[in-house]
């Protein structure tokens, strides 16, 4: 059974930096796109990040590009989100996916964790 286990959320200054990391288990880690999603109160769902089983491949939405970088620990089955000089919008529950493709697509992750809040603090 795959699990996934988000960590490293929490309250965050604007300008300051975080990271988020997801601990997965239970599938073949380097045969696994893993992607980043967001949650803001009242708002859907919304992609932030995807990269390829390799690490080799990412994808990022317009929102977040140049501000969090989405990268991957083959040895410790971890993928990370920085968050650097986050702003007000990036306040949200982060929630990471596994995927057997390599798309920015929320239907085509099988699995997902429960996620950790991020929120952002002037």
């Known amino acids: 059974q795959v699990q996934l286990v988000e960590s490293g959320g929490g309250l965050v200054q604007a300008g300051g930096s975080l990271r988020l990391s997801c601990a997965a288990s239970?599938?073949?880690?380097?045969?696994?796109?893993m992607g980043w999603f967001r949650q803001a109160p009242g708002k859907e769902r919304e992609f932030v990040a995807v990269?390829?089983?390799?690490?080799?491949?990412?994808d990022y939405a317009d929102s977040v590009k140049g501000r969090l970088t989405i990268t991957r620990d083959h040895a410790k089955n971890t993928v990370y989100l920085q968050m650097n000089s986050p702003e007000p919008k990036d306040t949200a529950g982060y929630l990471c996916?596994?995927?057997?493709?390599?798309?920015?697509?929320?239907?085509?992750?099988?699995?997902w964790g429960k996620g950790t809040q991020v929120t952002l603090c002037s």
């Open positions: 239970g599938r073949t880690f380097s045969s696994s796109a």
């Open positions: 996916g596994s995927q057997l493709a390599f798309t920015a697509t929320m239907t085509e992750f099988d699995y």
């Open positions: 990269i390829s089983g390799s690490g080799g491949t990412t």
